[in-house]
């Protein structure tokens, strides 16, 4: 089974902190997403990466940025957390090329809370 | 403008009843339309996966269509079950690269 983890359930963090968000999956998956989730929005696609060292902004990368040194490992950081950030946030991976072609695979979710 | 859109918003059902939910979409080039289940507090999980010629498409009690010439899709749950209770996301992929998401389903199961 694809196994996608991220390396916390629960954050709260204080406006201004920089915030790190670490997601790693297990399947050699050339694709991993950053997703927030909020509440009647669905799911926003913040930033994508299809390789190593690779990246692309989605639909909201605005106050974010990512990080991605090795294939199984995708981070997301917040420079200067706002208390707009305060969301759910998905990391997921996916094989195929091509973005869209390929089954994502989420991991639990980050519940962010600024304050 | 590429959108989906999922009906209804929420829904409420016995344990043991059938329900509908639906996806319509204006997302084109159309490549592949997937259902996944989000329970509460995790991330969400394929259900389903549909090409331009599937009509229908079965996981268990989960039975998904989808008429391309109308744009839209269901899933139907069968005999439901309390671990039914969970949101419901219908994402639409166009081309290789853009995927579009719709705001979810949250259905709820009552013994």
């Known amino acids: 089974d694809v196994k996608v983890t991220q390396s916390s359930r629960y954050l709260v963090k204080r406006t201004g902190e920089k915030v790190f968000l670490e997601c790693v999956q297990d399947m050699d998956h050339e694709n991993m997403f950053w997703y927030r989730q909020d509440p009647g929005l669905g799911l926003r696609l913040i930033y994508f990466?299809?390789?190593?060292?690779?990246?692309e902004k989605g639909d909201i990368p605005e106050g974010y940025s990512v990080s991605r040194e090795k294939k199984e490992r995708f981070s997301l950081i917040l420079e200067s957390a706002s208390t707009n950030q305060t969301s759910m946030y998905l990391c997921?991976?996916?094989?195929?090329?091509?973005?869209?072609?390929?089954?994502?695979?989420f991991g639990p979710g980050t519940r962010l809370l600024v304050l | 403008k590429n959108q989906v859109e999922q009906s209804p918003q929420s829904l409420i059902i016995l344990e043991g009843k059938n329900c509908t939910l639906q996806c319509n979409y204006t997302v084109s080039p159309f490549s592949n339309l997937r259902w996944y289940k989000q329970d509460t507090g995790r991330g969400p999980v394929s259900l389903t996966i549909?090409?331009?010629?599937?009509n229908t498409k079965s996981n268990g009690r989960y039975t998904a269509t989808l008429d391309a010439d109308t744009k839209q899709s269901s899933l139907h749950i069968t005999a439901s079950q309390l671990s039914d209770s969970a949101s419901y996301i219908c994402?639409?992929?166009?081309?290789?690269?853009?995927?579009?998401f719709g705001t979810g389903t949250r259905l709820t199961v009552i013994p």
């Open positions: 997921a991976s996916s094989s195929l090329s091509g973005r869209a072609y390929g089954t994502q695979y």
């Open positions: 990466s299809y390789d190593v060292k690779m990246k």
């Open positions: 549909m090409t331009f010629s599937e």
């Open positions: 994402v639409v992929s166009a081309g290789a690269n853009n995927l579009f």
